[in-house]
């Protein structure tokens, strides 16, 4: 769409968007052109004043993040489930290790005793049976038995 | 094209891909963290405003609608982020002047580049918070006017009359500054 452009929205668009045309709305932006290119002198003053401004714009640093402040956008990031399960596993297993320790002195208490406790014989073969089917070695009590 | 990619992240990084993550991270957080501090004018609550900004957005992913623009909608969460900052800032009582800073405009001047930068910075963080919004995202950053005024919530009509009168103030205040 091709519009009519006046010195007052020419001025406008100058103030507003700066000294480059390119800026402008693409729709004023060829009949902005035009007219500029038409009689430059007749907007020499507000042409400085933009380009200054723009220069002096054009000027300011880029604000770059730190990388502590990268990194603590990543962590924030809520985590997969595998990899929740991969932290949980790289845990120290102290809990099971523990657990595992007290089986093994409960066992070598256990064994200690059963040596040094009397046996007992199991003469009736009911009560056998019964041992048996609940996995002990009954041969040594038959043999104790004989 | 950027709008697909930014889609297939977003979907990635909600399931918790770390890459995905990073790479969204990486691509908006420079423009997130310059927005915010040009509005505020000071490098660490920029920074808060940033986390809260991707805090959110983190949120916000598992239910995104790819008919929003991500970099507009992470945009405009950190503009009213600094809106509320600088809301607040007027509210408090024993809040002091901003500090003063020699400026020229002229280009030849002999004024040093780091102050000229920290002028024009404070220059900037005290103009009216929408004024602020409009230059920042129109003059400092890449923004198309029509994703300006879309994260602004306003047309280009109001963004242009905002960067007119943004301008022109921004211009007074280095003028009167530099005759000063």
Request: charged fraction near 25%; proline fraction near 5%.
């Amino acid at each position: 769409m091709t519009q009519t452009m006046t010195d007052a929205r020419l001025i406008e668009l100058i103030e507003a968007w700066g000294a480059d045309a390119n800026a402008y709305p693409e729709s004023e932006r060829d009949a902005a052109k035009a007219l500029l290119a038409e009689a430059p002198e007749r907007f020499a003053a507000e042409l400085k004043a933009a380009r200054d401004m723009d220069v002096l714009l054009g000027g300011m640093p880029e604000v770059m993040p730190s990388a502590a402040l990268t990194a603590a956008l990543i962590d924030s990031a809520p985590r997969a489930r595998a990899e929740r399960r991969s932290w949980f596993a790289a845990m120290p297993r102290w809990p099971a290790i523990g657990a595992l320790a007290s089986l093994a002195i409960g066992l070598a208490i256990g064994l200690g005793t059963a040596q040094t406790a009397p046996t007992g014989t199991t003469e009736d073969p009911v009560d056998t049976l019964v041992y048996a089917a609940l996995g002990f070695d009954t041969t040594y009590t038959q043999e104790a038995a004989q | 094209m950027a709008f697909s990619s930014d889609l297939d992240q977003i979907t990635r990084a909600a399931a918790g891909e770390r890459q995905a993550v990073s790479a969204l991270v990486n691509r908006y957080s420079p423009a997130v963290l310059a927005l915010a501090t040009r509005m505020l004018g000071d490098r660490g609550e920029a920074e808060d405003v940033t986390q809260e900004t991707f805090i959110r957005a983190w949120k916000a992913l598992p239910d995104w609608e790819p008919r929003a623009k991500f970099s507009t909608w992470l945009h405009r969460v950190a503009l009213n982020l600094c809106y509320d900052r600088l809301r607040k800032r007027r509210e408090a009582t024993m809040a002091e002047p901003p500090e003063q800073v020699d400026m020229a405009l002229r280009p030849d001047d002999a004024l040093d580049q780091a102050e000229r930068v920290k002028a024009v910075e404070a220059a900037i963080a005290a103009l009216p918070e929408r004024q602020a919004a409009a230059l920042t995202l129109c003059a400092l950053q890449d923004h198309s006017q029509a994703e300006a005024a879309d994260i602004m919530e306003i047309s280009v009509e109001a963004l242009e009359s905002l960067l007119a009168r943004a301008r022109r103030a921004l211009r007074a205040v280095l003028m009167e500054r530099s005759e000063a």
